[in-house]
């Protein structure tokens, strides 16, 4: 079975500055998505970025961007210029590539993210 | 992207009793989930809602206990049946909507207390 470990129960920066959260997984797939989810008070759950692990050139949104290490079966974000609607907790999740249907993600416990003004 | 709403937002039930919970989504959907995200943990899948079909359930959920429907590719309900304090949670629904290369999307959930 797939695990997902967040290995930081939460994690504080300044605003304006440069975070990174920690995600390591463990599979015997080769092909699966990775992916970092962002949940807010408001509990709604907003994806942030995602990759596909095929793909060797790391994912980037805006702000937001991944290391993505296969072979070490490693996935953190960095969030540059943190503001302060970033503060939320922070998911990695995993799916595997099933070929024809899909399964569901697998989830991290989650990182707190505190931004302080 | 899919727009998927989820009724009630959220509800205190008294133990021994039942709730459904509706999951509608503004397009057609290839896959449907249910989560579970008891209080200050992560998420964990409960089932796979399949269209016209039983739900396909992960290890320690079974159907008696979370009755799930699909009756068409917009909607899904699941029922927490014989309701328990260790019931109290948020439940929320969850869409591929063009398949597995897709994102997936959650619904806003619903915050479930039982007492």
């Known amino acids: 079975a797939q695990t997902v470990t967040q290995s930081q129960p939460e994690m504080s920066v300044q605003e304006a500055e440069t975070v990174t959260l920690s995600c390591t997984y463990d599979?015997?797939?080769?092909?699966?998505?990775l992916f970092w989810y962002k949940q807010p008070p408001s509990r709604q759950m907003i994806l942030v970025i995602r990759?596909?692990?095929?793909?060797?050139q790391n994912a980037t949104e805006n702000r937001f961007s991944v290391n993505f290490q296969k072979a070490a079966k490693s996935f953190s974000l960095k969030i540059s210029d943190s503001q302060l609607g970033d503060a939320a907790m922070y998911f990695c999740?995993?799916?595997?590539?099933?070929?024809?249907?899909?399964?569901?993600?697998?989830f991290g416990k989650g990182t707190h993210l505190i931004i302080q003004p | 992207s899919a727009v998927i709403s989820q009724k009630p937002s959220r509800d205190i039930c008294q133990r021994g009793t039942s709730l459904t919970i509706q999951c509608q989504v503004d397009?057609?959907?290839?896959?449907m989930f249910w989560y579970r995200q008891q209080p200050g943990q992560s998420l964990t899948l409960i089932a796979t809602?399949?269209?016209?079909?039983?739900?396909?359930?992960e290890s320690g959920f079974v159907i008696d206990k979370f009755p799930i429907s699909r009756p068409n590719l917009t909607f899904s309900t699941l029922t927490v049946s014989n309701m328990s304090p260790e019931d109290s949670s948020i439940y929320l629904c969850?869409?591929?909507?063009?398949?597995?290369?897709?994102?997936?999307?959650f619904g806003p959930g619903t915050r479930l207390t039982v007492l």
């Open positions: 990759q596909e692990a095929y793909k060797q």
């Open positions: 999740a995993y799916r595997r590539y099933s070929g024809g249907g899909a399964d569901g993600l697998t």
């Open positions: 599979t015997s797939e080769s092909d699966y998505y």
């Open positions: 969850s869409v591929l909507p063009g398949g597995e290369g897709d994102t997936q999307y």
């Open positions: 397009s057609q959907v290839t896959m």
């Open positions: 809602a399949n269209q016209g079909s039983e739900a396909t359930y």
